[in-house]
């Protein structure tokens, strides 16, 4: 078997920037253990796969332990692998994932994707290693819909947290640590030590809940967002009723073959 795959560069206008994504376009479905031995080999935050469907596609992903329900940055570069080297010319994609229907639509050089909001609500009780693996800052409170959002007071408690991955595996679930940004609207961090990715450079599926968190906090609809790894990367975000948008470019780095 022969697969072909892309490795872009998404949330970046150059390379080495942005989170990358392995894509592999199949004409059919292949063993869901073979996808997550592909993903553990290519030791990449999330290799996506997509399958056409009709006028759409189904699309799943996986990071290099297992399969997630949602993946921004690697729906940002499946699009763009669509839009670039697959000759897709219709103005909207639409994937379909275990989180619902995904909507992708490109404005020049800018992909925005289409995807369900997550409001996280404020909880009281969380596990201890929560907070400690994050070295105890002094935060502003707790949320959770998917993950954990822990917002802290401002960018520089956000950019200096050095957090214990180990610790941080005890806690379970992801991480997202967020704060208001000096230049951009709200800074965040991921980090998802049980997923096999101690540091997501740039998580779309973080922003399906930081974008109507910060809708409420901020009362704004359209927002600008940087994510503040070491590559980094910048998001346009619109809250837009019960669903967010989050924009950014893809760069392409490299088309290889997969021989199995």
């Known amino acids: 078997m022969k697969l072909t795959m892309y490795q872009v560069d998404a949330f970046a206008d150059k390379v080495f920037a942005g989170n990358p994504a392995a894509v592999i376009p199949l004409d059919k479905w292949i063993d869901d253990e073979l996808m997550q031995q592909i993903a553990m080999e290519n030791n990449l935050a999330e290799t996506v796969f997509f399958v056409a469907k009709g006028n759409d596609f189904d699309i799943r992903w996986f990071t290099p332990e297992l399969e997630i329900n949602l993946c921004g940055h690697a729906t940002l570069a499946s699009a763009y692998v669509l839009y670039e080297f697959l000759g897709y010319k219709k103005p909207k994609i639409t994937f379909h994932s275990k989180s619902g229907p995904l909507y992708v639509s490109r404005e020049d050089e800018i992909i925005k994707l289409d995807f369900p909001s997550w409001k996280p609500e404020r909880i009281d009780e969380y596990p201890e290693e929560l907070l400690t693996s994050l070295g105890n800052p002094d935060i502003v ?65 973080a922003h399906s809940q930081l974008i109507p968190f910060w809708n409420y906090k901020l009362g704004k609809k359209v927002m600008n967002a940087k994510q503040l790894s070491k590559r980094g990367g910048d998001l346009y975000c619109e809250q837009k009723g019960d669903r967010v948008i989050m924009g950014g470019q893809c760069v392409f780095y490299m088309k290889g073959e997969i021989n199995i």
């Open 141 to 205: 409170s707790v949320y959770k819909h998917r993950d954990f959002l822990v917002e802290l007071h401002n960018e520089e408690d956000v950019k200096n947290c050095k957090p214990d991955f180990t610790l941080m595996k005890r806690a379970g679930g992801m991480v997202i640590i967020t704060a208001p940004g000096k230049e951009v609207d709200f800074v965040s961090r991921f980090f998802a030590p049980t997923a096999g990715i101690d540091e997501d450079p740039v998580t779309g599926s």
